[in-house]
């Protein structure tokens, strides 16, 4: 068994927010009548990385690569195997979210929030505006007073972009993007420092998308916010992301600043996801890199380097031996073999 892969940062910075330590999740494969375990999918294996305070860090990497299991460990909506995840209140005082009770957790809870993806399913059809913003309020006991929910609500509508006076419809009344901006305005609702955006675009319209993206820029320079930023669209990541870290069966496979990554990846598959951003300059020829075969199983991933059977630079030490996660340029990391002798193509 291979050594588990060093932590992205060396020194822990005194504005830094989350700290994730080698988080895993994984879930047990059961067989038969009693249910035994006969193995484990390793949807999140032993990452690392840290979230500065006021940033967004995008996470990114194809469906099923464990990026939206990472997101719900981060704020317990499931509960991870092993690792920490420290995250520092507002106080100074830094917790560890994963070994915590639920008694523990619910004090600090209102700290973090989720925005979920589908903005259909995320709100409840039998509840009305007020009751889905004012949720977190009453169940934080920030407010006890009718009249001052219902202002803080009115607040936060307003804020988002809603119209107050439709503060008693159900959600079946609203569209897509209007729903999407509830989900916001419950997420904001007991001020939180830490939101995980999970996919909060990708239901979306196109032109909803881009006022959507604008007002969680906006908020998060309002309200002092931090995002942690999942999607698949690597070019709403590029437009909203300060950091960017690449996601492939479980790990991560590289982490930079937004503009180094998109200009000078160093793994192979940032390379190839990069190649299907599209361009807007007519003269600018698309050359997507297609990548043979399927994501590897996470129940049975490959040996040695987990892309090695769809890499075109593989050699032999890739199938023998994991590589190491090393910083290969300033505050610029990657798990390859050769990330320093590659020269590969990013977006222009």
């Keep these: 068994m291979l050594e588990a892969r060093k932590e992205p940062v060396k020194e822990r ?12 999740k994984h879930f047990p494969i059961e067989k038969g009548f009693l249910r035994t375990v006969h193995g484990h999918v390793r949807a999140v294996d032993g990452v690392s990385f840290q979230i500065r305070e006021g940033e967004t860090f995008g996470l990114v990497g194809e469906s099923g690569s464990g990026k939206t299991t990472l997101g719900r460990c981060i704020v317990r ?11 520092r209140l507002p106080d100074g005082e830094e917790v560890d ?31 009305t505006v007020l009751d889905i913003i004012a949720e977190p309020i009453r169940n934080n006991k920030l407010l006890a007073d009718k009249r001052q929910i219902q202002d803080r609500v009115r607040e936060l509508m307003d804020r988002v972009g809603l119209d107050i006076r439709h503060l008693n419809r159900y959600p079946h009344a609203f569209s897509g993007g ?11 609702a007991p ?28 908020l998060q320079e ?26 492939y069966v479980g790990q991560l496979v ?54 090695h059977p769809r890499c075109r630079y593989a050699q032999d ?21 050769f990330a320093d002798e590659l020269d590969l193509r990013g977006v222009e």
């Excluded at 309002?222 to 996601?247: P, Q």
């Excluded at 940032?270 to 994501?295: F, H, N, Q, Y």
């Excluded at 199938?319 to 073999?337: N, S």
Aim: aromatic letters at 6%; one cysteine or more.
């Design 77 to 87: 909506a499931i509960n991870p195997t092993e690792g920490q995840i420290i995250f």
């Design 222 to 247: 309002e309200f002092d916010l931090t995002f942690l930023f999942i999607a698949h669209d690597l070019s709403v990541v590029e437009h909203i992301s300060d950091r960017v870290g690449v996601m």
């Design 97 to 127: 979210i994963a070994e915590m009770g639920k008694k523990e957790l619910r004090q600090v809870r209102r700290h973090f929030h989720m925005i979920f993806q589908d903005p259909y399913s995320s709100l409840d059809p039998r509840m």
């Design 13 to 24: 910075n005194e504005d830094v927010l989350l700290e994730v330590r080698d988080l895993k």
């Design 178 to 188: 209007q729903r999407q901006r509830i989900g916001i305005a419950r997420s904001l």
């Design 317 to 337: 030490i890739c199938r023998e031996q994991e590589p190491a996660w090393t910083e290969v340029g300033r505050d610029h990391f990657a798990a390859c073999h």
């Design 254 to 307: 590289e982490m930079a600043d937004t503009e180094a990554l998109f200009a000078d990846p160093k793994h192979p598959y940032t390379e190839a996801l990069l190649s299907a951003v599209p361009t807007t300059d007519p003269e600018i020829k698309m050359d997507r890199i297609i990548l043979p075969g399927e994501v590897a199983n996470p129940a049975d991933p490959p040996s040695g380097c987990y892309f």
């Design 191 to 218: 001020s939180p420092r830490l939101i995980v955006c999970d996919e909060a675009v990708s239901a979306l319209d196109v032109s909803i998308q881009a006022q959507i993206l604008n007002l969680l820029e906006d």
